[in-house]
């Protein structure tokens, strides 16, 4: 039997190491899928139930192993609901390939069903590199280029097949002028900064009698070099939201996450140093960084478009972050004044603390923060967590303690609702034998994440390690924006966008086959995750949580405060519970006279 186009792609991608696909059929790329089948598992098809799903765990896949990502998706609608999670690729920057199928060619600009213009409409999302084939000869290179810019640019790239071609006979290029005949492989190179910027670098930090460190995700499988480097210059650390996992967080000089989500520790480590080495990290909030003039600064990152934009750094470093700190550190003086880290260090024993004295705070009927504090201490070894956006991530930022071997991500630059079980899904394809545990607000379970989770009811049973769970903070409210609403402009909650149906989640998972397991008293929650860690299927685990609790940041602004007392004073539909508990104890100094 000759091949198909179809069946080339398939041995191409297989070829460039693809062993997972997610996705959803469609008669537009049904050419594809018939060569997928005929290829006999070498690359296993992940059936989502929507194809924003298939793109958001094709990222999350590319986070948590290091490889290609890959989805597909039918022409028209199939394609376009890819979007928002090729962005949330583009924007934390995963090598993520989408294959899609377009109408035939002789149809193409008469307004067929389910028309779009594809390259058009994937140009910002995928503007690294996006291409519609229109010979069989074509897909060779397409698909080459698209895999090897995808992995060198750490970015999406997509290719459009129209549906006549994916089931034409496959040939390679002829020898003629005007074919192209390329090939598979890419290793990503080692970058190091040249000696006269190391020499640079190394007078500024080693100048600095207040070192403060920030690392994101550009820092992943670097950490025993920052240890080394923080060690050496005797400074704090805190950890950008997808940083979570550079640092273990008993490390007593590890400040946690920093910014709207963040500790005080990381702010008083920012708001006091006199140096700042940003390592691998584009956290976004410019405002939670030293002013402008406080410190001096080196940063590292392997894009120099990302160098000084958040803050107007003396040297930037253009590398990879292991090799720049491995050349770096022998041009480090070890700074023996430890009066400033010890600071740190002390602060930061009075902040967990605090957090404990905030998680275990009498709310109605659950603190959320405590279901995330409850979780932390029983965290197995090697755990994957994955966090929503929303009110959860907070807790998420906040109050879990990451070890090492662990692993973590969210849809950090898009901030996307919605990530969290595609994502957890997506880990566990990626790494079958860990655990994997998502933290999930209701808004996103209702958005479109209760769907997903007929998909883990379809593949569960394949999974060497059963344990997958996803925790739902059932509070019937959009609860980080209503905090926005009252914080932020200074407007009471607004019933009417605000407040969501309450839906029993847990009985949702027992129905489709998984377990259910529902808490709505505090006192239960830590016998409910040790039941959850110990399932031997996959746990819906609802906690009824106090929307009421606010998850703000522990330093609050005059201008924030104002507005939420101006919310109050409007008239919050929720005024009497929103001024007990934990919102005391965070707000009690902007909050003259009320008892």
């Not at 899904?425 to 790494?431: E, L």
Request: charged residues 20%; hydrophobic residues 40%; proline residues 6%.
């Amino acid at each position: 039997m000759s091949q198909t186009v179809g069946d080339f792609l398939v041995q191409r991608l297989h070829e460039w190491g693809v062993r997972h696909m997610f996705g959803y059929p469609g008669d537009g790329i049904n050419g594809v899928f018939g060569a997928l089948n005929r290829a006999n598992g070498k690359i296993r098809f992940i059936q989502t139930r929507h194809e924003e799903m298939a793109a958001f765990m094709a990222s999350a896949y590319a986070k948590f192993t290091g490889r290609l990502g890959v989805c597909i998706a039918t022409s028209g609608p199939g394609a376009s609901h890819l979007i928002t999670g090729l962005y949330d690729a583009l924007l934390d920057h995963q090598p993520v390939l989408a294959i899609v199928g377009q109408q035939a060619r002789n149809a193409l600009g008469g307004q067929y069903q389910q028309e779009l213009d594809l390259c058009s409409m994937f140009k910002d999302v995928a503007g690294a590199y996006v291409e519609q084939a229109a010979s069989p000869a074509q897909v060779r290179h397409l698909i080459d280029r698209a895999a090897r810019i995808a992995l060198a640019r750490r970015a999406p790239t997509a290719v459009v097949l129209p549906n006549d071609l994916q089931d034409e006979t496959y040939s390679d290029p002829p020898r003629a002028h005007g074919t192209l005949r390329s090939g598979i492989g890419y290793s990503m190179p080692k970058i190091r900064p040249s000696d006269d910027d190391l020499d640079r670098a190394a007078d500024v930090l080693n100048a600095g009698k207040k070192v403060a460190m920030l690392v994101g995700a550009g820092a992943l499988g670097a950490t025993d070099e920052v240890i080394a480097v923080a060690d050496c210059l005797a400074a704090g650390c805190a950890k950008a939201l997808l940083g979570k996992a550079v640092l273990p967080d008993d490390l007593p000089w590890v400040t946690g996450s920093i910014g709207l989500l963040g500790t005080e520790p990381s702010w008083k480590l920012m708001t006091e140093c006199d140096t700042l080495l940003m390592i691998g990290s584009g956290f976004p909030y410019s405002e939670f960084l030293p002013k402008e003039g406080q410190a001096r600064g080196v940063q590292i990152d392997i894009d120099a478009g990302m160098l000084s934009i958040r803050y107007p750094m003396e040297v930037g470093l253009v590398g990879d972050t292991a090799e720049t700190l491995r050349a770096l550190l022998p041009r480090l003086k070890q700074k023996s004044d430890r009066g400033w880290r010890d600071g740190i260090e002390a602060g930061l024993k009075d902040w967990w603390k605090t957090l404990e004295e905030r998680a275990k705070q009498p709310a109605n009927p659950v603190n959320p923060q405590r279901v995330a504090w409850e979780l932390s201490p029983l965290l197995p070894d090697r755990a994957v967590i994955t966090s929503d956006s929303g009110s959860c991530a907070n807790w998420y930022a906040r109050d879990l303690k990451m070890r090492r071997g662990m692993k973590a991500s969210l849809s950090g630059g898009l901030a996307s609702m919605g990530a969290a079980v595609p994502y957890a899904i997506a880990a566990k394809f990626a790494n079958p034998d860990r655990p994997v545990i998502a933290l999930v607000g209701d808004g996103a379970m209702q958005m479109n994440n209760m769907a997903e989770l007929i998909t883990v009811a379809k593949y569960w049973r394949d999974w060497p390690d059963r344990r997958w769970i996803v925790c739902v903070f059932n509070n019937e409210d959009l609860n980080q924006v209503t905090w926005e609403q009252r914080v932020m402009n200074g407007d009471p909650k607004f019933e009417a966008s605000q407040t969501i149906p309450n839906v029993p989640y847990s009985r949702f998972a027992e129905m489709i086959g998984l377990r259910g397991i529902y808490v709505d008293n505090p006192d239960s929650l830590a016998s409910a995750w040790q039941q959850a860690l110990a399932s031997d299927a996959p746990v819906v685990l609802e906690v009824k949580t106090d929307p009421e609790v606010p998850p703000l940041p522990p330093h609050i602004k005059f201008e924030q405060a104002k507005a939420f007392s101006t919310a109050l004073l409007k008239g919050d539909p929720n005024e009497a519970s929103v001024i007990k508990g934990t919102a005391r104890q965070v707000l009690e100094s902007v909050l003259p006279g009320k008892k």
